[in-house]
Structure formats: C-alpha cells, structure tokens
C-alpha cells in the first residue's frame, strides 16, 4: 500500500442555506480543488445519503466531475446512512493506497432543512431495517439512544446532567467556528430545561437538521496530511440484535483495525472528532474508542477530560451537536477539523497535536468508519 | 395472550419477530412455537417528536423488553410511562408492531 495524505480541504458553513444539493457541494470541492494547487483528479467519490429522498437528486458525483471540468473520469456515490462521507473517504482513500488512482476529490454534503422535521425524520428512518418490527413500532434514532441513554445511566450511575456538559462542551467550541450551526452561547441549565425530544434526550442533546457539505483533496506520496489508518466495521441494524447495547461493536472493530494499521493506541490520539450525533453517542463512542473505559466517560467529561487542557480534546469543531449535521457532509467536515488541527490552522487548535483520529457512525451502530492521520 | 416466538432448527436459537432467516446462524428453517410472552423491560423511552406517518400518536413508548422465554423484542407500551425494570405481558402484534402492558 502507497503513503496517502490530504493535501487541500474545503468546506461551507453550516446550517440553513438557501444553495441547492448541487451548488453546497460545488463550494466544498472549488476551495479543496484551490487548497490542494489544482491538482489532475483521477476520480470523485461522494457521500451523501438523502440527495434521492429530500432534495430530489442522484447522480450528484457525475454532476460534480462535469460542473468542476474534471473530464470523464469515474464518480460515485457512497450511501451509509450518515456514515457516508466517512465511508466515501475511505473508498477513495483504498484506491489511492492500491495505486488505481494518484489523487481523489471526496466530498460530503446534504440538503435537509427545506423539508419539514417529520418528513426528515421519516426519510432519517430509512437507516433502519424496516423489514422489521422494529422500524414499524415508530423507533427512531433519538428514540433508539434514548432508550441507550435510559439504560447507559441506570448502569452506570450517571445523570441526564452529563449529556448536557457534552452539549455544553460542543457548543463552547463551535462559538469560534465560524462555519458551525450554532454559536450562540448556552448554559447548562438551559440546556438541561429545554423540550424533550425522546426522553431523556431534549433538543440540546441532539444534532440538529443541516444544509452543508465539506470535501478532501488526497493524493499519493507523503506531501501533506498523512493517512495513518483506514477502519470499518458494520453491526446490527436492529436494536433488539445489539448484544450488549451500551458498546456499538462496530467502532470497537474499526478502531482496532486502525490502531493496529497506524502502529498506535488510543493513548497517542492528540485530538479527536467522533460521531455525537447525540450527547450520548460522544459519551459511548469516547468509551469504545479506548479513551476512557467503559461506563466512565461521564466522569471524565464531568473532570473536563475531553476538552483543551484535558486527555483529549475532541469535538473541538463544535460536533454534530453543535457545528451540525448534514448527514453524508459530516465524515468528511471531521476529517477537515483533523486536518486542519494537524495542520496547526485549526479553530480552537490544540497545540502541537500530531496524531487525530476521526469517528464517523451510520444507523444504530450499523457502520462505523475510524481514520487516523499524522503530520 | 400467547406470543409466537421462532425457533432455528440448525442451531436452536430462538428470535422474534418472523424473519428470512436465523439471526444467528442464517439458516431458514424457522419452527413458529407459542410462548406466554412475558417480560421485563431491558430499557425504554417516551418519543415526542415522532416521524410523519406516526405524528399524531406521539408521545409514545417504546420498550426493549427481555422476554422470559428467550429473545430481547423491540415493543409499544400500551399505556403509561415505562420503567427499567418493569413487569411486562404481551398483549397482541398488529400491523408488524409488538404491543405490550
């Protein structure tokens, strides 16, 4: 396998916007393109999960080829639900590794909130096997972590106040991120009294419905941003089948994939985006990635351990939470902040980190990608 | 009321609801037997904010109960707001939906 780094990343701002699917992903890519010195591209890959169900459009890697003048090179969509841009990364990246191509353009984007919440929740369902009873019995994604969260609290004692300090935490370092969704500044008690969304999760404690798209130059040779590792693992896609419901096995599988490739541990992590696409999804994913050890992680966010000063920053973009989520966007806006961070060009940089790792999780657990890079 | 459950002929694990094939070894022989369905919830949520199709139901419970007989089941709770811990019987399956009380 060749050494593979990133070498330019683009992105919008993110929340509501007027653009289209089409021209979201056309901004990320031009400044990418333009980051990256205009490089000839072999291929593009895309990450977009709800382009067909909510803004009516396919096709959009061949779009994106002829729109940025790339000429007939091939394209393709990747759909993992919101995994997606993740899962496109990784795509791209094992090409480039196996000498297919010399340089990929991945972009990740979504066009979700011209639509009404029970249409995006509706069309967010369809990351379920509805072949089941389960789909049919009106679960949803923050249903399925509420009824995590239920159980993650009874367990392990910990309180609804520790899903708000991660939402505080994420929403603390999106106010100076100029392209999060939401800067506006909160605190805990607001956080703790606003509406239930599913019980125990209220509206601070989930990601929000995001327009945006972020993309990645990567090209072979070792002349930017290193890919260290590439990790994926799928899981069940139905609650029931979960054997223990307070680990999601897939992160676990992909981040021993990764650690093994990139010859480190979770003790050499300097700085980390994963996937809280809901406050309870930081605390399990921070577990499962060998951070902190099952059932502890709301202590440590209650000792400020994942954030500046702590063992590990992470979210320092803002998160799901709180940069928003335009779900086939958010693999690739992660991989951005990574790149970003080791490029030392970051918002709330974290000084001299040489090692970031990025989480990305679609369904209940059902994929879960985890890349590593280096300076 | 009397819960269908499904047994694997290959490997005898038990799984509901019906299925293509065995959760667990993929085999496709599935005997259908009839179990009391009770159970405890495993753990559950109130859902406010519910998809389209079901918006005007919302709130509802959702449970994940661990039945006596067997297999952990994804479920509606009739009425009231669920506990962990929770005693549970199953009452009917309706339109692809397990409901208990």
Same mark, same amino acid.
């Given at each position: 396998m060749r050494a593979v780094s990133v070498t330019g990343t683009g992105m919008t701002r993110f929340g509501?916007? +007027?653009?289209t699917l089409k021209s979201l992903a056309l901004a990320a890519c031009r400044e990418a393109l333009r980051t990256a010195g205009h490089p000839r591209i072999g291929a593009v890959y895309a990450g977009n999960f709800l382009g067909g169900q909510l803004?009516? !459009?396919? $096709?959009i890697g061949s779009i994106l080829a002829k729109e940025l003048g790339l000429g007939p090179i091939p394209a393709v969509k990747m759909e993992g639900a919101c995994a997606s841009g993740g899962i496109a990364f990784r795509q791209a990246y094992l090409m480039i590794a196996a000498g297919v191509y010399d340089t990929a353009l991945v972009v990740g984007v979504e066009k979700m909130t011209h639509a009404a919440a029970s249409i995006v929740t509706e069309a967010l &369902?369809?990351?379920?096997? &509805?072949?089941?009873s389960e789909g049919m019995s009106g679960l949803t994604f923050p249903g399925f972590f509420g009824v995590v969260a239920n159980r993650y609290m009874h367990e392990f /004692?910990? /309180?609804r106040e520790h899903l708000s300090m991660v939402a505080l935490k994420n929403r603390s370092y999106a !106010?100076? &991120?100029?392209?999060? !969704?939401f800067r506006k500044p909160a605190t805990l008690d607001e956080i703790q009294q606003a509406r239930l969304i599913t019980d125990p999760l209220g509206l601070y404690h989930c990601s929000p419905i995001t327009d945006g798209a972020a993309a990645v130059v990567i090209a072979a040779g070792?002349?930017? $941003?290193?890919?260290?590792a590439s990790g994926q693992a799928s899981g069940p896609p139905l609650m029931q089948d $979960?054997?223990?419901?307070?680990?999601i096995e897939a992160i676990r599988q992909a981040a021993q994939q990764a650690y093994a490739q990139a010859g480190a +541990?979770?003790?050499? $992590?300097?700085v980390a985006e994963v996937h809280d696409c809901f406050a309870m999804t930081e605390l399990l994913a921070v577990e499962d990635l060998g951070f902190?050890?099952?059932?502890?992680a709301w202590q440590a966010i209650e000792a400020g351990k994942?954030?500046?000063?702590?063992e590990i920053p992470v979210n320092?973009? +803002? +998160?799901?939470?709180?940069?928003?989520?335009p779900i086939g966007a958010t693999g690739v806006a992660q991989i951005v902040q990574i790149a970003k961070q080791l490029q030392g060009q970051a918002v709330n940089q974290v000084e001299g980190a040489r090692l970031g790792l990025a989480q990305n999780l679609g369904g209940t657990g059902a994929y879960a990608t985890v890349h590593i890079f280096g300076k | 009321m009397e819960m269908t459950l499904y047994d694997c002929e290959q490997c005898q694990t038990r799984s509901v609801?019906?299925?293509?094939?065995?959760?667990?070894?993929? /085999?496709s022989g599935l005997t259908a037997i009839q179990a009391d369905g009770a159970g405890t919830i495993y753990s559950c949520t109130t859902i406010y904010v519910a998809p389209e199709r079901l918006a005007a139901e919302a709130p509802y419970a959702i449970i994940l109960v661990d039945l006596d007989e067997g297999p952990r089941v994804t479920a509606r709770l009739a009425q009231g707001i669920p506990k962990i811990g929770q005693r549970v019987v199953f009452n009917r399956y309706e339109d692809g939906v397990y409901w208990f009380e």
């Open positions: 509501r916007q +007027g653009d803004a009516g !459009q396919e $096709i &369902n369809s990351a379920m096997d &509805n072949d089941s /004692g910990a /309180g !106010q100076h &991120n100029p392209h999060a !969704q070792a002349g930017g $941003i290193r890919v260290l $979960i054997p223990d419901l307070l680990t +541990g979770p003790e050499d $992590i300097d902190f050890a099952k059932g502890t994942l954030q500046h000063g702590g320092t973009s +803002g +998160g799901l939470l709180s940069r928003g989520h | 609801p019906p299925r293509y094939v065995c959760p667990k070894c993929a /085999g």
